[in-house]
């Protein structure tokens, strides 16, 4: 009963009981009958006078016929031959839902646990076209999910959750709306694989990265091989070039450490600045007699 129909059945019950009170008759005795329309009210109102939260709806009865729809707000039935056969409520709902050693489509055993968010948009529907939707929806989601474990591969349902959320929603969706419920989403909260395939995928996955960084590693010296064959190409058409890197990398080599190298008498006179400049001076005139003996042949 609600709170405003408790307040008026108990008014109508004092008014009741003050007028047998008042009412005396002669020898000082109380009158019950004066308190009989009151309770008779109080009874009536008590039966009649309904009211509905805004998000609920009363499917109604009368003798048996559906009669309607009512609320949200207060509204009035005929005792006894009005029924409240369904009181829905219209927010959305919650139900978790899982599926235990299910097979994929590769023949893995899984467990998976789901949740799906929904509402009743047609109470009329939910109170006459089925038993009990609460049940009947945890039923087919429990269904759909197995259809759906078991046409995905493994690597499809852990790598893209989106897809399978999305494909539970418009199953379940479908079975559902005939009883008059909508589905707004399903989330796919977990998928559990035995131990055993879980090393086994580690290992995989390790051996993958080894062969991808083995990969990459030998491309790399490819492209440095590469490098080391042009920078050969040029160190033989200019010598001196290749002096002044071997000078460089002594240099580099001995100003931080200070270390001490040995370096032979005949490299050393190759480094020296004089040898240097002559055999700069070599290089520069063979490139000009070159084209002039081009131009004489």
Not at 83 to 96: G, L, M, P, S, Y
Not at 172 to 186: L, M
Request: hydrophobic fraction near 50%; glycine fraction near 6%.
């Amino acid at each position: 009963m609600n709170p405003i129909t408790s307040v008026l059945v108990l008014l109508l019950g004092l008014c009741g009981i003050a007028a047998a009170s008042f009412s005396l008759i002669p020898g000082g005795a109380v009158h019950p009958l004066y308190a009989l329309p009151f309770f008779a009210a109080a009874l009536v109102v008590g039966l009649s006078l309904k009211m509905a939260n805004t998000w609920q709806k009363f499917v109604i009865l009368r003798a048996g016929k559906l009669q309607g729809v009512k609320g949200p707000g207060m509204f009035l039935m005929i005792p006894i031959i009005d029924q409240v056969t369904a009181i829905i409520d219209e927010r959305i709902q919650t139900t978790a839902f899982n599926a235990e050693q299910a097979l994929t489509k590769d023949t893995v055993p899984v467990n998976v646990d789901a949740i799906i968010f929904w509402h009743v948009h047609d109470a009329e529907a939910a109170a006459l076209k089925i038993t009990n939707y609460r049940e009947a929806i945890d039923r087919v989601a429990q269904t759909s999910l197995r259809e759906m474990i078991g046409s995905s591969m493994l690597s499809a349902l852990l790598s893209d959750r989106q897809a399978a959320d999305e494909q539970l929603r418009a199953e379940i969706g479908a079975k559902t709306a005939p009883w008059g419920i909508s589905v707004g989403s399903v989330e796919v909260r977990d998928v559990a694989i035995p131990e055993a395939l879980q090393d086994a995928m580690s290992r995989q996955a390790q051996a993958e990265r080894e062969k991808q960084a083995r990969i990459i590693l030998g491309s790399a010296e490819a492209e440095v091989a590469s490098r080391f064959v042009e920078a050969a190409k040029t160190y033989a058409a200019h010598p001196i070039a290749l002096q002044l890197r071997a000078m460089n990398i002594i240099y580099e080599t001995t100003k931080e450490r200070g270390a001490t190298i040995l370096i032979p008498t005949a490299m050393v006179d190759t480094m020296n600045p004089a040898s240097a400049l002559v055999l700069a001076g070599l290089a520069e005139a063979r490139t000009k007699v070159t084209p002039a003996v081009r131009e004489a042949a």
